[in-house]
């Protein structure tokens, strides 16, 4: 077996997403590949994980797209292989989304060496196919 294929029958072992009824529309837009994320359609309040209706105001809400791009919050480097699927070292960051009123994101970042990432660091959404599964899903990576 080559060092590809080893690789890529391990990702297809990757845990999968289970989208629920409150987070379904996050899941279609990434299928679409959007960056959404749930919003009051009464009070405007932007939320996630996404909730069934406003926490604030008990509205209706729905998923609407944000700009994809943000920083990087806070962030580790994973060294050992604890999730199966994924070749170490890998980051995974808390991004703050702009034009989001502060929505923060646990993602992976890609294209990028793990020593180099730090707090500030600008970044922006790729949506990218999730190997074994039929998912796309949100990565982030260095902005130009
Ligand atoms: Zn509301």
Same mark, same amino acid.
Request: with cysteine; hydrophobic share 20%.
């Given at each position: 077996m080559s060092a590809t294929t080893s690789v890529a029958a391990s990702e297809a072992r990757r845990p999968q997403p289970t989208p629920d009824p409150d987070s379904q529309g996050f899941w279609d837009a990434t299928a679409s590949g959007e960056l959404r994320i749930c919003r009051c359609r009464e009070c405007r309040t932007w939320m996630h /994980?996404?909730?069934?209706?406003? /926490?604030?105001?008990?509205n209706e809400v729905s998923f609407e797209p944000v700009p994809g791009t943000g920083i990087v919050y806070s962030f580790i480097i994973v060294?050992?292989?604890?999730?199966?699927g994924f070749e170490v070292p890998y980051v995974i960051a808390v991004t703050e989304l702009d034009?989001?009123?502060?929505i923060r994101l646990s993602t992976r970042l890609v294209?990028?060496?793990?020593?180099r990432v730090w707090i500030g660091m600008p970044v922006r959404v790729r949506i990218v196919d999730h190997p074994g599964g039929d998912f796309r899903v949100p990565v982030f990576a260095p902005a130009e």
């Open positions: /994980p996404p909730q069934e209706v406003c /926490p604030q105001c008990a060294r050992h292989p604890a999730v199966e034009g989001t009123d502060g294209d990028v060496d793990p020593e």
